[in-house]
């Protein structure tokens, strides 16, 4: 079945720690996503990729880097430097062509404390 | 910056009633894209909407964009409890492949 994975499906951290979350897609999708989403707000961009060994920035990317080695695989590691870091994380992929939609992973759940 | 605006942010209906969530957009939409999300879990896709004036259905969920492309509505026909959840709306403005997402409506139905 092809789709997206993240793992785990919750993760607990102590302040300070840096966390790495996991995104795997098996869709053969060119552009990869990461995504914030907090209590009562929308999701909110965090970064994102088009193809492999090169990503952007988005809104809120202040606090958290990525990689792009494969095109598979879009981890996103939480730093120390996030001030709020405990939210639900949603990966996400696409193909570039055509204009498609966003295929979601079930998410992370990170709680610091 | 483009903005999203979902209204109503919450809808408690009984089941068997009809519903309209709005989503609104501060600019001209390149494409509207409508998700659905249980609580906890990852977003699954409804629709995509890209011309004004279109209209797509699935099941009893019927979205539709307007002729300005600026508005879009999802409408629930004879709601259910599986329809419960948070609706949101997503949207394209300049072609590229960043979306923005609106804040969502938590939808809940009851027997």
């Known amino acids: 079945d092809g789709g997206i994975t993240q793992s785990p499906k919750y993760l607990f951290r102590k302040e300070g720690q840096n966390v790495t979350l996991s995104c795997e897609q098996n869709?053969?999708?060119?552009?990869m996503y990461w995504y914030r989403q907090d209590p009562g707000q929308g999701l909110r961009l965090i970064y994102y990729?088009?193809?492999?060994?090169?990503?952007q920035k988005g809104d809120i990317a202040e606090g958290y880097s990525v990689s792009r080695e494969k095109k598979e695989s879009f981890p996103l590691t939480v730093t120390s430097a996030q001030k709020n870091p405990t939210a639900f994380y949603l990966c996400?992929?696409?193909?570039?062509?055509?204009?498609?939609?966003?295929?979601f992973g079930p998410g992370t759940r990170l709680t610091v404390t | 910056s483009q903005e999203l605006e979902q209204s109503p942010q919450s809808l408690i209906v009984q089941e068997g009633k009809n519903l309209t969530i709005n989503c609104t957009s501060s600019?001209?939409?390149?494409?509207l894209y409508w998700y659905k999300q249980k609580y906890g879990e990852g977003l699954i896709f409804l629709m995509m909407?890209?011309?004004?004036?279109e209209e797509k259905s699935h099941e009893k969920i019927t979205a539709k964009l307007d002729e300005k492309k600026q508005q879009s509505s999802l409408h629930i026909t004879a709601s259910q409890p599986s329809h419960a959840g948070i609706y949101l709306c997503?949207?394209?403005?300049?072609?590229?492949?960043?979306?923005?997402f609106g804040t969502g409506t938590r939808l809940q139905v009851f027997p």
């Open positions: 600019k001209t939409l390149y494409g």
């Open positions: 869709l053969n999708h060119d552009a």
């Open positions: 996400a992929s696409s193909p570039l062509t055509p204009r498609d939609e966003q295929y």
């Open positions: 997503g949207a394209d403005s300049h072609n590229t492949d960043k979306l923005i």
């Open positions: 990729s088009q193809i492999v060994n090169d990503f």
């Open positions: 909407l890209q011309k004004g004036g």
